[in-house]
């Protein structure tokens, strides 16, 4: 089949978190999750070394604490779960934090999964769109209104 995009929108604590480690997994190719904190970063991380059997050192995180290139990037399915505020920041970065954001925007993703959808702000939102290369875009929420 044919990957699709879209939004999901289920109540708090119905499983969205599930749903999206899920699409990845069944996708089957590299993963970007974006969320909206550190917190919730920590979160997701855990969550997909529940729920899959994904080694742990395929799951990426990069917030301004941990950062961690990804090894063999060009053959290497993983999942890299960052921050908005991350990848939509446009000022100057260290030289760490921009090598991997170089990586992320020259690799292809088979998902991206932008959790908590209608809190991304409409200029991160233009930015990642830009710049990101991905086959399949999923949106999560509780509440679809925009705040």
């Known amino acids: 089949g044919v990957a699709k995009s879209g939004i999901v929108v289920l109540p708090c604590g119905a499983g969205k978190t599930l749903v999206g480690i899920a699409a990845c997994c069944r996708v089957g190719r590299r993963a970007l999750v974006l969320t909206t904190t550190a917190v919730a970063v920590d979160q997701w991380r855990r969550q997909f070394q529940l729920f899959t059997t994904m080694p742990p050192e395929d799951v990426y995180v990069l917030t301004a604490e941990s950062k961690r290139p990804i090894e063999d990037a060009e053959r290497r399915a993983c999942v890299v779960i960052s921050t908005y505020s991350m990848l939509g920041f446009s000022g100057r970065r260290g030289a760490e934090t921009e090598f991997i954001l170089q990586q992320i925007q020259q690799l292809e993703w088979g998902t991206l999964v932008v959790d908590e959808v209608q809190v991304m702000p409409a200029r991160t ?23």
């Open 125 to 147: 939102f233009r930015t990642v769109a830009t710049t990101i290369k991905n086959h399949c875009c999923l949106g999560l929420t509780a509440t679809l209104v925009r705040e």
